[in-house]
């Protein structure tokens, strides 16, 4: 059976998009993991611009514990996400090199040079 691990970065954890993402694959016999990573503190990604790194190395740590056997990792962004998704995606990828990272949402479809 295969494995998804879908994230949000979002601080609200209502993210419909991945819900409904999430439901239509079990639907489908898929397992899916939904993982809210909202911002440890109030910084905003104006602020992180100015750091190596968003989020705690102890955050990654447990995304990556999370996903060590998922075949595919979703992350949901928008536009002002961009920042976080790109330091998750990056740092997961150092952590779980063989597994896909696929950018989903709006910032994605808009603009998919990033």
């Known amino acids: 059976m295969k494995k998804i691990i879908l994230i949000s970065p979002y601080s609200e954890i209502v993210s419909f998009?991945?819900?409904?993402?999430?439901?239509?694959?079990?639907?489908?016999?898929?397992?899916?993991?939904?993982?809210?990573?909202?911002?440890?503190?109030?910084?905003?990604?104006?602020?992180?611009?100015?750091?190596?790194?968003?989020?705690?190395?102890?955050?990654?740590?447990?995304?990556?514990?999370?996903?060590?056997?998922?075949?595919?990792?979703?992350?949901?962004?928008?536009?002002n996400y961009y920042i976080t998704a790109a330091d998750l995606t990056r740092r997961l990828r150092q952590k779980l090199p063989h597994t896909p990272i696929l950018w989903g949402g709006i910032h994605p479809t808009v603009s998919p040079e990033d």
Do not use: C, H
């Open 17 to 79: 998009g991945l819900r409904s993402i999430s439901a239509f694959l079990k639907a489908g016999g898929v397992q899916t993991s939904i993982i809210f990573a909202p911002l440890e503190s109030k910084a905003s990604n104006w602020i992180a611009k100015k750091t190596a790194a968003v989020y705690s190395n102890q955050v990654i740590d447990d995304i990556a514990g999370l996903a060590r056997d998922a075949d595919l990792i979703g992350i949901s962004l928008m536009s």
